[in-house]
């Protein structure tokens, strides 16, 4: 290895951002960069290996296969026992905990909110946490803690002790779908985002069906030391705290760092997210990112979206076993019923995941998805809520249950259309601030007020992806003339939308595209600051 330089030099040349050191790798001498803090961290790892590699369909599904088996279990894991622990609430309430801690008026409900007023006061932190800190450490310390904080829940008796658990619960979990968000555009491709978003949210489905049959099991335990609820938190707890050791030691940090890929492969994965035009990871915050995603109109639209979907959320999440009861059921069998309501949230999700990448677009089957719950929020308002009618109920409370198709595919749009490493955290960190819930204890067995309002945020979400679509209709064009002031060409293909063969058919198309990718594909740019940038509607 060549001399090192003299401090006065090695000083400059940090002052110009860029180092260049000779590498010599056993008979191979080559040429490396010492890659300056505010890049991306896959050029660092491009320039230190000399050069990238041609992405094939055999190669990028290869890699694929690999990242899929290795990552999606991990974060399918940790979602499923998040939707668990979060509804671990709803169980107990089925099973006593109103009643043996003296919940009264609004306790209940509060209990519901205060996971999600947590959110919103740790979302700041958390958004420049996930630039700066290694995103498998952050989840495995993440799962660890509510773990521990639901296991704790066990000993509370009233309503401060659970509200404390609550609050510390809603704060632990709040960086868990930011930071899915970030594994998701660090991992996959624009195309595949959809499905992979899809399969950790409907996990949520998955929780409904056997966090049901679980604690359906766990409610028949006779304990002479604990309370059936009792039994759920502290039984679901204990498994979050072991599940955390598992992510701990097999979720890498980024691409770069993962050690179930060969170097060849790391090189794969860096190029399958080229046409992302998103960068990878940058662990260097920039306030510029910070404030254009403050004043871009797209990401408060899409918190106006999470908000408006968030409130239907929390309130059926919360009181869906209740609500199922107030049909006329016992207990048990308002927790069987409960059931498939989880089959119809997974069909839901991943149904509509899937439609996104056929189509090709999110606007137009987040509206689809909209449809039925209007439909089921109008059914139980108006049907009578009587013996006679509990099979037309439960139908109208199976068609509220598409909702959760819902939010994914927000996230997914907002993860497709967001870029630049600050600005992808700052916009998520705003759009998971979470609404209260609308329902009550006291308005049981109607629940009138809750219906109403998810009703109206139902029918105001088409009006906000109407206005959305708008939005990146014109967001295009403006690129495009951008693009066309600067001399290349003004329309593009985005092809991260495509399977990878047009990919490789586009390396030499005659309109230079391949280039611009080039250029601004690894800079850390913003979708504004990148005018090859192209939008999903």
């Known amino acids: 290895m060549s001399e090192a330089p003299p401090a006065s030099v090695r000083k400059e040349r940090q002052e110009q951002m860029v180092e260049s050191i000779e590498i010599e790798t056993g008979n191979h001498r080559r040429q490396a960069h010492v890659q300056t803090p505010d890049k991306d961290k896959a050029v660092e790892l491009l320039e230190d290996v000399g050069h990238s590699i041609v992405l094939t369909p055999e190669n990028n599904s290869r890699v694929l296969r690999k990242i899929d088996l290795r990552i999606l279990p991990i974060i399918l894991g940790i979602y499923f026992l998040q939707s668990l622990d979060k509804t671990t609430l709803a169980y107990a309430s089925v099973f006593g905990l109103v009643e043996k801690t003296n919940l009264v008026g609004l306790q209940y409900s509060w209990l519901g909110s205060v996971v999600y007023l947590a959110q919103l006061v740790v979302q700041p932190l958390l958004a420049y946490l996930l630039v700066k800190v290694p995103l498998g450490k952050f989840l495995a310390i993440s799962v660890f803690l509510w773990g521990a904080v639901l296991s704790c829940m066990t000993a509370a008796h009233n309503f401060t002790g659970l509200l404390l658990c609550r609050m510390f619960l809603g704060a632990l979990e709040a960086g868990i779908a930011p930071a899915f968000i970030a594994v998701t555009q660090m991992w996959w491709r624009r195309r595949e985002q959809p499905v992979r978003l899809g399969a ?16 359906y099991g766990l409610g028949h335990i006779n304990s002479p030391i604990f309370e059936p609820y009792q039994i759920i938190f502290l039984f679901f707890g204990l498994i979050t705290v072991g599940f955390a050791a598992t992510v701990l030691i097999f979720m890498p940090d980024s691409p770069m760092k993962a050690n179930f890929l060969k170097a060849e492969d790391k090189l794969v994965a860096i190029e399958r997210l080229r046409m992302n035009q998103q960068g990878i990871k940058s662990d260097v915050w920039k306030w510029s990112h910070a404030k254009e995603s403050i004043l871009d109109l797209k990401t408060w639209l899409w918190f106006a979206m999470m908000f408006s979907i968030s409130i239907p959320s929390g309130g059926v999440s919360t009181f869906g076993p209740l609500i199922v009861k107030s049909f006329g059921f016992d207990e048990f069998k308002a927790i069987l019923f409960n059931i498939p309501f989880g089959a119809v949230q997974l069909v839901a999700t991943m149904g509509g995941a899937w439609l996104a990448m056929v189509l090709k677009v999110k606007g137009p089957v987040l509206t689809l998805l909209s449809l039925p719950p209007i439909a089921g929020c109008v059914m139980l308002l108006c049907i009578p809520h009587d013996a006679s009618q509990r099979s037309a109920l439960l139908v109208g409370y199976y ?10 595919l927000i996230y997914s749009w907002s993860a497709a259309n967001t870029a630049g490493e600050t600005k992808k955290k700052v916009t998520t960190g705003i759009l998971i601030v979470i609404g209260p819930t609308l329902y009550t204890t006291a308005e049981a067995p109607l629940y009138s007020r809750g219906l109403r309002s998810n009703l109206a945020l139902f029918i105001v979400l088409v009006v906000l992806y109407l206005i959305n679509m708008s939005h990146l209709f014109s967001l295009n064009k403006s690129h495009e003339r951008r693009r066309k002031r600067m001399g290349k060409t003004g329309k593009v293909v985005d092809r991260s939308m495509d399977a990878v063969r047009a990919v490789n058919e586009g390396k030499d198309d005659g309109t230079g595209q391949q280039g611009q990718v080039d250029e601004n594909a ?15 509607y």
Do not use: C, H, Q, R
């Open 399 to 408: 068609l509220i249950s598409v909702y959760p198709g819902i939010t994914p």
């Open 522 to 536: 690894l800079k850390d740019l913003t979708d504004m600051e990148n005018e090859d940038f192209v939008y999903v």
């Open 200 to 215: 950790w949210y409907a996990m949520n489905g998955i929780t409904n069906m056997f966090g049901s049959l679980l604690s």
